[in-house]
């Protein structure tokens, strides 16, 4: 792909130029339609503009165009994965690209069509949830499918697991772990089975050892006899129908089930970035609350203040007050002093002990 978005921009002639150029309008388009806006690699449209442009430069500068078109090309897929890792968004408000994709593809669907896509009920027969799942899933969506995450290209350069529970040092782990291939992917079932088998779960517990093609038609028939739930919190019940079982007895994900599990991770990861945010501020409040220094402890709450008046902004729900504050500075109060308490008394029971031997 490297090699053919040099030549589209520094091919030998205009032939070459043409041909390349037309090849990578093929495969952008074979991929749209292919995976839909899920598995379109986005940073090829970032490359060619950061080709063109680091052309534009290298020859107004009377350098190398190859090397600028190069470095252009680099720059601008690695200024588009960092975009969708987060680059740039908002702390008070937890960043998801392929969360912000999908709800782009449900609200153009509305927008289309001027009916509401009906999220969270299960029920896959409005217009607007058949193009809302052609949109982001692409073709394969209209059979029922959906194989966007199998053959799609947009986590080529970048896999970014989009967990909110994980930080960065663990979400780069994670992507080195990819990186071992096979091994990876064998070594997370055998320690996902060893977990569910540890959960009582020992049905899902087989179906991680054994081969995919033992293991889909096992999976549907448990589907199909005790049903799929969102697996959150919440564990909504979603339809499954008979279409959906012969889908998933092939290997191939059902979309209408897909589509409704997308959406309760997202709720749920947004959720939980929330939390994650809030428990964040009222940390901050209790430390600034143990300076000793009054003019100090007094700038630094108004420092947190601030802090939970911007995560408060545009939010109608999951919104701080200062009683949530100071509810949890009193709680963190009463298990210092508990800590505290068993210290005291362990010391005492120490010193006791010592007198006893002496």
Known sequence: MGRQ???SVRGGDKATRKAARGFMLRYGVMQMLATGAMGFPLWLPAGVAGGFAGQAVAKAAGTNQRTGTAIGATLGMALMTAFAAGLGADDDEPW???????????????KITGDQV???????????EVLMDLLSKGMPALLGWDVSGRI??????WR??????LSNEQGFVGIMQSFLGSINIWGGKITRAVDQAGNGQYGKATEQLLPTAVANPIKA???AIHGVTTGNGGKRPI???????????????PVAVRRELDYARDVNNRSVGLAIRQSDIKEAWANANQVTDPESRAAEKRDVIKMMQQFNQGKTIDRLSRRELDGYLKSRRR????????????????????SLDQ
């Not at 799609?152 to 350069?157: H, I, P, R, V």
């Open 5 to 7: 978005l040099n030549l």
């Open 96 to 110: 998801d690209w392929n969360a912000e994709l999908r709800s782009f593809c449900r609200q153009l669907a509305e």
């Open 118 to 128: 009906v999220m969270g009920k299960g029920d896959d027969n409005h217009s607007a």
């Open 152 to 157: 799609g290209a947009n986590d080529l350069l």
């Open 160 to 165: 970014n697991d989009d967990n909110p529970r």
């Open 221 to 223: 028939a448990r589907q």
């Open 239 to 253: 339809e499954f129908g008979v279409y959906d079982f012969i889908n998933q007895v092939a290997g191939l994900s």
């Open 335 to 354: 298990q210092q002093q508990t800590l505290d308490g068993t210290r005291r008394a362990s010391r005492s029971q120490r010193e006791a002990e010592a």
